[in-house]
């Protein structure tokens, strides 16, 4: 079973941020994967990579959006982004540097931010952009 199973609760109803989070699930779901087979170490620095790179870019639409439509929340939402791309880059170190890092933590960490942003912190801006014609 998926460690983060999509539902419709986590729509924003923008189709490109809904498509973007959806990536992120998966990729959690693959890292949750390779952990169950004994994997999760091999796995886990590859997916931190790939993470770093993707919120990057999934950060950027967002970000792209808030600023276009003058977004009132905007510094606040950026901070949130900072903040989590910051704690992926310092994981990331850690790993390279052969400091333990376990999966399951990294992983719960992931899940727990993810999930409490998109329900939190993106569902109040859902309403604002779809006001302004974002779809």
Do not use: C
């Amino acid at each position: 079973m998926a460690l983060f199973v999509w539902s419709d609760k986590y729509s924003v109803n923008i189709k490109e941020i809904d498509s973007q989070h959806q990536k992120l699930v998966g990729m959690l779901n693959e890292l949750h994967d390779a952990m169950k087979e004994g994997k999760g170490n091999e796995v886990l620095g590859r997916t931190l990579a790939e993470l770093i790179q993707y919120v990057g870019v999934h950060f950027a639409a967002e970000e792209r959006l808030m600023n276009t439509h003058a977004y009132p929340e905007y510094n606040a939402h950026k901070a949130a982004h900072v903040k989590l791309t910051q704690k992926v880059v310092e994981l990331q170190k850690n790993f390279q540097q052969g400091e333990h890092v376990l999966t399951v933590e990294v992983l719960g960490f992931l899940k727990d931010w993810l999930q409490t942003h998109i329900l939190g912190t993106d569902k109040k801006y859902s309403p604002f952009l779809i006001g302004k014609g974002v779809v």
